[in-house]
């Protein structure tokens, strides 16, 4: 192997391992997250999905409240942004945001002081619903990013005393 493939290899691995631990530092420091459902039954995962990178979760939710995953401040409402429909992001501590897309409904607007736990809306995303977007059913997309870099939703949401499936 030439010292320059060699050079290569050994930043490819500072890189990856510097992902990792950044991956670490976020996990480490961030405070648990609510479930936004009673129960979490994973319809999709995150990830690579369909050729593209699935930025969310989708859970499974049939007309069902939402709730607030933490303490914040909702920084945008849209009834029906393509292509996520009936939108809600808010904006919590340590550069952390939470978005919930498909929702038919929206309790919350934009400037509103949220607790965690609070009911923000109700899912959405079936055939007839107001706020559907790009959706083939009922259910709730949920995004978890820090400093703009999506996050596994799963690996932040407390599941003691929540019913989870896939």
């Not at 510097?18 to 648990?32: D, F, G, K, R, T």
């Not at 939402?66 to 904006?91: E, R, Y």
């Not at 790009?134 to 932040?156: A, E, Q, V, W, Y």
Request: charged residues 25%.
């Amino acid at each position: 192997m030439s010292i320059e493939k060699n050079i290569f290899r050994i930043l490819e691995e500072i890189k990856k391992s510097e992902e990792l631990i950044s991956e670490a530092i976020i996990l480490s420091e961030s405070s648990v997250f609510s479930p936004p459902l009673n129960k979490l039954q994973v319809t999709s995962g995150f990830g690579p999905r369909w050729g593209k990178h699935h930025d969310g979760v989708d859970l499974s939710a049939v007309d069902e409240p939402v709730k607030s995953l933490a303490d914040g401040v909702v920084i945008t409402t849209h009834p029906d942004k393509f292509p996520c429909g009936g939108t809600i992001v808010i904006q919590h501590s340590n550069g952390y945001t939470t978005g919930f897309c498909h929702m038919q409904k929206i309790n919350v607007q934009v400037g509103q002081n949220i607790k965690k736990g609070d009911i923000i809306g109700i899912t959405g995303g079936g055939k007839n619903d107001p706020g559907r977007g790009r959706s083939d059913g009922k259910h709730l997309h949920l995004t978890i990013r820090k400093n703009g870099k999506p996050l596994d939703p799963m690996k932040f949401i407390d599941k003691e005393g929540v019913l989870v499936g896939s």
